[in-house]
């Protein structure tokens, strides 16, 4: 797998878990640094500083805003 690659699985992890917890939704929208290091479902995201600077970047209300501004980095 490339790295490209992984860091878009990774990606979709942490998008998935938004979709499926309400609660680690709101964590990401209000501190996404915080969320990612929390983890989800005891699974670490395996993401580097500087992706997750990068995602902690986005400012959204929403999770389509959230999604809609990480396609656009």
Known sequence: ???NAYIEQEVSRLLTAAVISGSFRQALL???VGAIS???G???FDLS???V???SSIK???LSEFA???ANL
């Open 60 to 62: 959204a209300n929403s």
């Open 42 to 44: 005891g699974e670490a």
């Open 38 to 40: 929390m983890g989800f």
């Open 49 to 51: 500083a500087d992706i």
């Open 53 to 55: 600077k990068w995602i």
């Open 68 to 70: 809609s501004q990480l």
């Open 1 to 3: 797998m490339t790295k």
């Open 30 to 32: 209000k501190d996404p």
